[in-house]
């Protein structure tokens, strides 16, 4: 649990080491986060149905097999087709070892134990999404990015020995066996249509056919996801009563809001570190200990909290702390150091750990105990998949804002700069081969100028954003307030 966890957080402080030895720019390698994000999100209720209809133990050494097997894939890759590839890949083994080490955990305890298998479930992927930058820094600066993959193999197969040996339990027997194909099928094709259109649109423009018809195919597949859910009826990956009981899409729309904001710094925040302060991988893996250090111990006092002051409080607080948090972190400018940092990453770590566990106990308790690992299941479907499409949206808010504010500026320079130039020189904060070179199109005078407006239209695209996630937290805040742990009427009926 804690290396499939540790995997969505790792990678953030590597991807300019992998921008500068591809020679390629932020918006192609969020990939490497996106499609490991996509596919272990769509696929995790699938893995679930698996593990439930063929069994937990076997569904977990194939999903450790696939996980490990494209993980040396991964760290062997030469391009970044192939390692993103690889990447999606790794999703689906780890969207079927997630839902299996659930089922494995629980049932390894007695019933009433059960508090303390979620709190150790939780803890491990905790712990590993808190370290997981630290870990992903040590190793690229050590040795190299290569590493975080190739690390997978000896604890994947630590995991199955282990698996293998301890575990022999009784498989329950599901009474539908079916599998929704189809359903899988048309969100995965509909969610990244609707990711590739906001990686080309940049390129292409809002009114290219090609960004129409891949936005035309995303409505037409999630229709059609709609259309698939209702005749699966139990087998749905979301099942129609689930989805209607109000306090639980709303929770869910929550955590799709919320997990916007949260991949993004995963993102953004390593990346200023080290274009804009000059950080190595490891600094700035270190660096984020504020946001993460506190998410994982704010996540243990949640609990306690929760019972005190209710869902609705709890989760409001939890987002409004998001919300001011990442509004802090859009007024950092390029000087302000990494003090100015500090206190919006404080904020934001006490916002996530009170929102995450919290909203998951309240999505879940929503529903019936028998739904308990269905809701578990699709609550962290939304988000690993609304963190997906909202780092999408982040990518292509940040690379249009800051190839405007470049441009609107070339004209200070004192020196004509071709449209291709303009393109590759931000490939300069990440040290890649193409923005060097434009660099030394230059004297030295015109150049560093140029890489000094680079930087402003680093910062002034993060700026955007940062923007962008504040007000979908201020949404999250709403739904919040609004609708999670029962209706404002409903709470002001029942005080």
């Not at 087709?81 to 990447?87: G, P």
């Not at 859009?330 to 940092?341: D, F, P, T």
Request: aromatic share 8%; hydrophobic share 55%; glycine share 12%.
């Amino acid at each position: 649990m804690f290396i499939v966890a540790n995997d969505f957080t790792a990678l953030a402080v590597a991807l300019p080491a992998i921008e500068k030895q591809f020679n390629t720019d932020v918006g192609t390698v969020q990939w490497v986060i996106n499609a490991y994000a996509l596919t272990f999100g769509v696929l995790i209720v699938v893995g679930g149905r698996l593990a439930d209809i063929f069994g937990r133990k076997r569904i977990f050494i194939l999903g450790a097999a696939i996980f490990a097997g494209f993980s040396v894939l991964g760290g062997a890759a030469q391009s970044t087709a192939w390692l993103i590839s690889c990447r999606a890949l790794m999703g689906i083994g780890g969207a079927m070892m997630w839902p299996a080490i659930l089922g494995m955990t629980f049932a390894a305890l007695p019933e009433s134990r059960a508090g303390l298998a979620g709190g150790l479930i939780l803890g491990a992927a905790g712990i590993g999404n808190a370290v997981g930058p630290m870990f992903g820094g040590v190793l690229t600066d050590a040795l190299s990015w290569r590493w975080i993959f190739f690390v997978n193999v000896p604890i994947a197969a630590f995991g199955v020995l282990a698996t293998w040996l301890a575990i022999h339990q009784t498989e329950p027997e599901p009474a539908d066996r079916r599998i929704d194909y189809g359903g899988v099928a048309t969100l995965s094709l509909g969610l990244v249509s609707l990711l590739v259109a906001l990686d080309q649109v940049t390129d292409w423009g809002w009114g290219d056919a090609r960004i129409i018809a891949l936005l035309v195919i995303c409505a037409v597949m999630l229709v059609g996801f709609g259309y698939v859910e209702r005749r699966m009826n139990e087998a749905a990956l979301i099942p129609r009563d689930v989805i209607a009981n109000r306090n639980f899409s709303t929770a869910c729309l929550a955590v799709l809001l919320m997990s916007a904001v949260f991949f993004a710094t995963l993102l953004y925040l390593p990346q200023f570190m080290q274009k804009i302060l000059g950080y190595s991988p490891l600094k700035s893996g270190v660096g984020l200990v504020p946001m993460m250090g506190t998410f994982a111990v704010t996540s243990f006092v949640a609990g306690p909290l929760y019972g005190k002051l209710g869902a609705k409080r709890i989760v409001s607080l939890g987002c409004a702390a998001i919300a001011a948090g990442i509004l802090l972190l859009s007024l950092v400018g390029r000087n302000s150091g990494y003090s100015g940092l500090v206190a919006g990453m404080l904020v934001l770590g006490v916002g996530i750990g009170l929102f995450y566990s919290s909203i998951t106990t309240a999505s879940v308790t929503a529903l019936d105990s028998s739904r308990t690992g269905l809701a578990g299941g699709i609550v962290y479907m939304f988000q690993i998949a609304g963190g997906s499409v909202g780092l999408g949206l982040n990518t292509t808010i940040f690379t249009s804002s800051s190839k405007s504010n470049l441009n609107s500026h070339l004209h200070s320079l004192g020196a004509a700069v071709s449209q291709t130039q303009a393109d590759l020189v931000h490939g300069i904060l990440a040290g890649t081969p193409s923005g060097k070179q434009v660099l030394g199109e230059f004297p030295t005078a015109v150049a560093h100028r140029l890489s000094s407006l680079v930087r402003d239209a680093f910062v002034a695209g993060l700026h955007t954003a940062f923007r962008l996630d504040t007000a979908l937290a201020v949404c999250a805040l709403l739904v919040a307030v609004l609708f999670v742990g029962g209706s404002v009427r409903a709470e002001s009926d029942s005080a």
